[in-house]
């Protein structure tokens, strides 16, 4: 049973961490647009940075779980 519970959750932090970096990709490249504001830009650079740790954390997450569920 434990098996099944880790393998979902390398499901669920595989998706996380798909989700964080298509999120990072959208706020870079908002980062990068010359026509938007500075503070839009200098927020958008932020959010990339922060999407991109959770992307990791969750990469890190998916890992753990995923060899929970190998042995």
């Known amino acids: ?8 959750s390398t499901v669920s ?3 996380k961490e798909m989700t964080s970096g298509a999120s ?3 706020n ?3 980062a ?3 026509s938007n504001t500075i503070g839009t830009r200098a927020g ?4 990339a940075a ?3 740790v959770e992307e ?3 990469a890190a997450s998916k890992e753990v779980h995923k060899q929970k569920a190998t042995h």
């Open 56 to 58: 990791s954390g969750h």
């Open 32 to 34: 990068k647009d010359s």
């Open 50 to 52: 922060k999407d991109k």
């Open 1 to 8: 049973m434990q098996t099944i519970k880790d393998a979902c």
């Open 28 to 30: 870079k490249e908002t």
């Open 24 to 26: 990072h990709e959208a």
């Open 13 to 15: 932090e595989k998706v």
């Open 44 to 47: 958008a650079a932020v959010d």
